[in-house]
């Protein structure tokens, strides 16, 4: 994630306009990878020999003091996550903003923050049977368990990862509210079309077709493309380009 940040981070260029962004992807898609091939498995597999082959709990202290800072320092992170996920909006908008927010490195390391906090409170549940009931296989089962749910989460990812890559649109929603707030804008008579793709962390690229009346002079007209753009971008945080083409009548071009 750190290096795909930092190579994300490149400014525009003349073979990219949009910046690099959508590397941020490519990175974030190799990370989910590595927790479905690598981390999940070796989870799985350790939990599975425990299973088969139980041993006594050993260094019970350490194994408290390591689970409770994984609870406490995961669970913080993920709270710094939602909250820039959730913005100034309500927690019952919070599952339409994680979907449809571009914002693909806070959702990320919110997930694995979650992961994190969830596995340690697993640990806890499984480390505290084992104790009471005296057997150690479901330290095992605990191990299993998280693999389980880390491959989940991976597989999340993956899909989510691949649709940004493969160019994804902002949620509908989203799109029906940009549509209304460019038709408030005086002057214009109606969106004909609308098209949406999320070009990166930095945001979305917003085409609109609109008609306009053919009375309205060339400054005028100025005038109005600027009040457009303005708006949309004033209301929706996850736009960052707006492309406008207009017509002057009420058919769709061919």
Known sequence: LYVGLRRASRGTHTHHPFGHGRELYIWTFFSAMLMLTVTSTL???FGWQ?????EPIRQLPLALVML????VSNGYAF???YR?????????????????SPLIETKTTAVLDLLGA?????????????????????????AILIGIVMAVFALMRIGAN???????????????????????????RRV????????????????????????????????????????????????????????????KRE
Request: proline share 3%; hydrophobic share 45%; net charge positive.
């Open 192 to 251: 004909i079309d609308l098209r949406t793709l999320v070009v990166g962390p930095e945001g979305a690229l917003v085409d609109l077709d609109i008609v306009v009346s053919p009375r309205l002079s060339a400054r005028a007209v100025e005038g109005l493309i600027i009040k457009v753009k303005s708006a949309i971008k004033f209301e929706f945080s996850e736009v960052a380009y707006v492309q406008i083409e207009l017509e002057t009548h009420d058919k």
């Open 43 to 45: 989870s799985i597999y």
């Open 162 to 188: 691949l649709q940004l890559l493969i160019g994804q649109r902002l949620n509908r929603s989203i799109e029906e509210r940009i549509r209304e707030v460019a038709c408030l804008v005086h002057g214009v």
């Open 68 to 71: 409770t800072f994984s609870l």
């Open 79 to 81: 709270s710094l996550s």
């Open 50 to 54: 425990r299973l088969i082959e139980p």
């Open 84 to 100: 820039r996920l959730k913005g100034g909006h309500g927690p019952r908008r919070l599952s339409k903003r994680f979907f449809s």
């Open 118 to 142: 969830s596995s340690a409170l697993l640990g806890f549940v499984t480390l505290f049977g084992s104790l009471v009931t005296g057997d150690s296989r479901l330290d095992g089962l605990g």
